[in-house]
């Protein structure tokens, strides 16, 4: 197993998480105990020592049964990381009953690792908001040791979390953001990366894999990798283009069986950066399965549309959604906007499309788009 460094302690590079843990049936909730106790014990048996995991998971039974779990282990032999559950505003004002309750389920006294989870559009001014307290209570809980060390998770945009940074970024250890080729252009995760190497906080990465569709590439694809390295996994070249990226210290896997387990260490039992041709080569591949909707963002549109509706960010978000055939993050979004200004408030006018140099039948993607969310 790789190591990275972090403050005084050495994590492995590759930690598990367990949002995706085994099922015995198609509850969500239902989590096979005894295959994921299987995995975990695999796991650390070969070098793991980081898992994540978080107050919603598995409908909330993800922190139970691993807290379960882990309490087979010494305390000291691993590190639990947890998150406040501020992707749901409701529970703004409930960060220390919340809190209290998570370290019970977890069975644990402290937590190695905790974050803010899901900093994005539609709750950052909750987060920021004093009247909550959440900063100064996970502050406070730091001080008195049942947190060792405090970042956050993100989800929104580059803007969304400079404000954070802004307001937080001098008690922030570590960040989480979704991370992979894919997203190094789709969802600007260069430019994240690039802020939070500003204010020197370490790169924690979610969905290395895109949810699986890393995992499996077309035929096309698989051969142009495999002309560079014949040895290598498609699924590993996922985690080589992360081992390249100097600012990453953690690569979280949400791993749902045991062979993903013993797959993933496998390839962690390695450091294999991508040289100049094969990073070229992934960032290809990665352009060509997010080719969506050909929008420069030249806003020629904007200037025309009657509503006002800002049509490239509606459109980004709708190659998001398209590629990842649904999802949260398009939706979650949509809802900060006012109803006025989402894809259902389009006339159909096309007064936009007379002036898009790309020929984007705007109109058509905001009828769809609208149908999509509706579903």
Known sequence: MIYKE?????????????????????????????????????????????????????????????????????????????KFPGYDVSNMDKVGEIFEKQLEKCDVEYFDFYLFHNVCEKNIN??????????????KQKENGRIRHLGFSAHGSYDVMKRFLDAYGDHMEFCQIQLNYIDWSFQDAKEKVELLDEYHIPVWVMEPLRGGKLAALSEEHTDALKALRPDEEIPAWAFRFLQTLPSVTMILS????????????????????????????????????????????????????????????????????????????????????????????????????AVCPQGIKISEIMADFAKKLQG
């Open 6 to 82: 972090f403050q005084n302690i050495k994590l492995s590079a590759l930690g598990m998480g367990t949002m995706r843990l085994p099922l015995n049936s198609q509850n969500e909730a239902d989590i096979d105990e005894a295959a994921s106790a299987e995995m975990v014990e695999y796991a650390i048996n070969h070098g793991i020592n980081y898992f994540d995991t978080a107050w919603g998971y598995h409908s909330g039974n993800s922190e139970l049964v691993m807290g379960r779990i882990l309490s087979r282990y010494p305390r000291e032999s691993f590190y639990l990381a947890t």
């Open 254 to 353: 949400g791993m749902s069986n045991f062979e993903q387990v013993k797959d993933n260490i496998h390839t962690f039992e390695t450091e294999k950066p991508l040289n100049e041709t094969e990073m070229k080569t992934i960032l290809n591949i990665a352009d060509k399965m997010a080719n969506g909707v050909p929008c420069t963002a030249c806003r020629y549109c904007t200037d025309h549309c009657p509503q006002g509706i800002d049509i490239p960010s509606i459109i980004k978000m709708y190659n998001e959604h398209t590629f990842t055939g649904g999802g949260f993050l398009a939706p979650m979004l949509i809802q900060t906007l006012p109803e006025a200004k989402r894809p259902s408030a389009c006339l159909g006018c096309q007064s936009c499309e």
């Open 126 to 139: 909750e987060y920021l908001d004093p009247k909550y307290g959440i900063f100064d209570y996970l502050m």
